[in-house]
């Protein structure tokens, strides 16, 4: 078992969680609502990941990292280091190759809220911000726990990007979907079994826990 | 006679989305029923009147405050207009109690009297004994009168009602009717109904 595999990504995934659900809140949210020019193209865009080849993904998150392009370099201007091969660039592309995890379950959850229910709430007196707190959020809750709980699920899983953007450096970049790689090609299969059926395990509980948490509330708004 | 300054007067004129020319003045203490057949515009006069939506010409004013006023460029925020709306659809929060429901529209309280003020104003449309139920537990006629309270809440300068009795069976109908002319006259504000039929 390789224990620094699994402890990093875990780490990616809790940081793509923590980062992602917040802000994709805000993007979920003016997509369900929003009438604007151009949405379509930002629906489309957030779905691109769920269709693109993760290669494809890949090469250009790691076209734009790197030293060729304005992005890249700026990066390591600001920070001393390149984004391609490190563990903020695997973030990074961590958050990108989520996008329509994160937002897709919360776009439908606020899309499903009846728009007098906000309308009720600012003639009650709430100001958007309290109306968002107390009446869209809770009842877009179970949406948001579903995003958090697939992009955590998810980003512990995702092969071809990672090995794309992050190689397989170990304690950087080598999560535990890239050590499984690594292991069968190294026939160890006792290794790879060990960590797969740890990942099974980890995204049986994610999804038990969906059904569980969504349903527990469900039942309580019924 | 009409008491205009502390009541209700409006004027609006729009052409899209929805064609209105309408005027209208209501007293404290009046009842004015809209009457129309659907499509006509009543539910967007009782919108524009709570300041959710916002006609190209006109005004509104209440209770000696111009709410709207389209020359002026003033068009103030439903948060920012003392109306007590209640929906057609009653629009409770379904995840908030009953008491909740009406409690979240006493913001203006300290949080320390809103419980109690909440439980007053359920009594008052005779809920008492069911203040912990969540809307979906409540019937029709009991969901709207906790909409009634959640609208008084605010203690509103003028109280609108959209189509309250097409949901109701005959008999709730008549109770709603008995309890409107009671709270009508008790409340001494412009009360604005809209229905599609008058009987």
């Known amino acids: ?222 | 006679m009409s008491d205009v300054t502390h009541g209700l007067d409006l004027a609006v004129r729009q052409r899209a989305p929805i064609a209105l020319d309408a005027a209208l003045e209501c007293a404290p203490g009046e009842l004015t029923a809209l009457v129309g057949p659907s499509g006509s515009g009543k539910t967007t006069l009782l919108r524009v009147i709570a300041g959710l939506d916002r006609p190209q010409q006109g005004h509104v004013r209440c209770a000696g405050h111009t709410w709207l006023d389209a020359r002026e460029g003033i068009d103030l925020s439903p948060q920012r207009r003392r109306v007590g709306l209640v929906f057609q659809s009653y629009a409770l929060f379904p995840h908030l109690s009953a008491l909740d429901n009406v409690a979240v529209a006493l913001s203006h309280l300290p949080p320390g009297q809103r419980g109690e003020r909440a439980r007053a104003l359920l009594e008052q449309v005779h809920l008492s004994g069911l203040e912990g139920r969540l809307p979906d537990e409540l019937s029709g006629g009991q969901q709207q009168r906790v909409a009634v309270a959640r609208a008084l809440a605010r203690d509103p300068a003028v109280l609108l009602l959209d189509e309250p009795f097409s949901a109701v069976d005959q008999v709730t109908r008549g109770k709603l009717q008995r309890e409107l002319a009671r709270l009508r006259e008790r409340l001494k504000i412009p009360v604005i109904l809209v229905t599609h039929d008058l009987d």
Not at chain 1, 196 to 208: D, E, K, N, R
């Open chain 1, 1 to 222: 078992m390789d224990w620094e595999a699994l402890s990093l990504s875990l780490r990616l995934g809790a940081w793509t969680t923590v980062i992602l659900i917040p802000s994709g809140i805000l993007l979920a949210r003016v997509l369900a609502w929003g009438r604007f020019p151009g949405r379509g193209a930002v629906e489309a865009l957030v779905a691109l990941p769920l269709v693109l080849p993760p290669t494809v993904l890949g090469y250009y998150l790691l076209a734009a990292f790197g030293g060729g392009s304005a992005f890249g370099r700026g990066y390591q201007a600001l920070f001393g280091s390149p984004l391609a091969f490190s563990f903020e660039g695997l973030l990074l592309a961590s958050l990108v190759f989520n996008l329509p995890f994160a937002i897709q379950p919360m776009q439908r959850a606020f899309a499903g809220i009846a728009p007098e229910l906000r309308e009720a709430a600012w003639c009650s007196g709430l100001s958007r911000w309290q109306a968002f707190r107390r009446v869209e959020l809770p009842l877009a809750f179970p949406g948001v726990l579903s995003a958090a709980v697939l992009t955590f699920a998810h980003t512990l899983g995702e092969f071809g990007v990672v090995l794309m953007v992050g190689g397989n450096l170990p304690g950087q970049t080598k999560t535990i979907a890239i050590a499984i790689y690594d292991r069968v090609q190294a026939f160890d299969d006792a290794g790879a079994a060990l960590m797969s059926a740890t990942l099974v395990l980890i995204s049986f509980a994610a999804i038990v826990a969906i059904h569980g948490l969504t349903g527990r509330r469900d039942r309580v708004r019924v």
